[in-house]
């Protein structure tokens, strides 16, 4: 059996004491899979909830795979991977996900309104005393927080894809969050190995501001000609020792989320140099979304990128 990790921390709300020990997960694309998975790892149950079967189904072969590639390379073992799968267990109704969780990870597409409609679901099934987390990459948690009667339990937890190797986790704080739920937020993101740190409620937090402005110049770069994709992407590798080119990330990302999130700035600063370069629009209006499409800035189809 895997070792369980100690999760003995607690969250105070008015009326009881949580001990995390229970997490429903609300979407099941390649964050939520990654984050159910590092979950079941640590030996959390997890309740993972999609609305549709074939997302359900998917997302357990994604942590499949995971795992067995983890085996083949000697970085786990097959016992691990049989108790670590006996933590996860699938559902298509959100009551599942919900009912009796100590902590509730939200990450369904980055649309305001229909995460504000998980919350108002999952707040209505979820005990008193749960946590409730967005994995939003840049829309206000504040607004999130508003469509449910107890906001201070409400916060940000930003992973990054890949979730399980990506070692940072960006908690965000909006104004009426309280100070146990973000010390709660960020104690359980240390116990799942990660390196925490926390922002305010502002838009874009500190990564995505960051990292969406980075690539959106790389794509002008790249439509101006001033050098290949790839070669921009191993100027920024070992020039500043970035882990992944801009480019190369922004296809990993997902385009379609790049371009939300430089149009989200660009709306709340009131600044249209924020705005997603045209080769970013042609590339998201075409349906060329990057890796999860199997095309993007790269040609993902062969299973590894190549410069189109």
Not at 88 to 112: C, F, H, Y
Not at 155 to 174: C, T, W
Not at 203 to 230: D, K, Q, W, Y
Not at 275 to 292: C, I, W, Y
């Amino acid at each position: 059996m895997a070792e369980k990790v100690s999760t003995s921390y607690f969250l105070k709300h008015p009326r009881d004491l949580v001990e995390i020990s229970r997490v429903g997960v609300i979407g099941a694309g390649a964050m939520g899979s990654g984050i159910a998975q590092i979950c079941a790892e640590v030996g959390w149950k997890v309740t993972m909830y999609d609305a549709f079967q074939e997302s359900l189904k998917k997302g357990e072969e994604s942590i499949s795979d995971f795992w067995k590639k983890g085996v083949e390379k000697g970085k786990t073992t097959i016992e691990n991977v049989e108790a670590w799968s006996e933590n996860i267990s699938l559902t298509s109704e959100i009551s599942s996900a919900s009912r009796g969780m100590d902590l509730i990870i939200e990450a369904v597409p980055e649309k305001i309104e229909l995460k504000k409609s998980v919350f108002r679901e999952i707040e209505g099934f979820a005990p008193e005393g749960a946590l409730l987390a967005t994995n939003t990459s840049g829309l206000s948690i504040s607004e999130i927080a508003s469509a449910t009667e107890t906001p201070d339990r409400v916060i940000g937890m930003h992973f990054f894809n890949p979730v399980p190797l990506m070692p940072l986790l960006e908690i965000i704080r909006h104004e009426n969050a309280s100070e146990e739920t973000v010390s709660l937020a960020k104690k359980a993101g240390e116990s799942l190995g990660k390196t925490v740190i926390i922002v305010n409620d502002f838009p874009g937090f500190a990564t995505s501001r960051l990292g969406v402005v980075l690539g959106n110049e790389a794509i002008r770069m790249l439509a101006e000609g001033v050098a290949s994709a790839s070669d921009i992407d191993t100027a920024m590798r070992l020039g500043y020792r970035h882990p992944m080119g801009p480019l190369e990330l922004s296809d990993l990302v997902g385009l379609d989320v790049r371009r939300d999130i430089l149009n989200s700035l660009a709306d709340a600063f009131q600044d249209e140099s924020y705005r997603p370069h045209q080769m970013l629009e042609s590339l998201v209006a075409s349906g060329n979304l990057g890796k999860k499409t199997g095309k993007g800035i790269y040609d993902w189809t062969s299973g590894n990128k190549v410069e189109r």
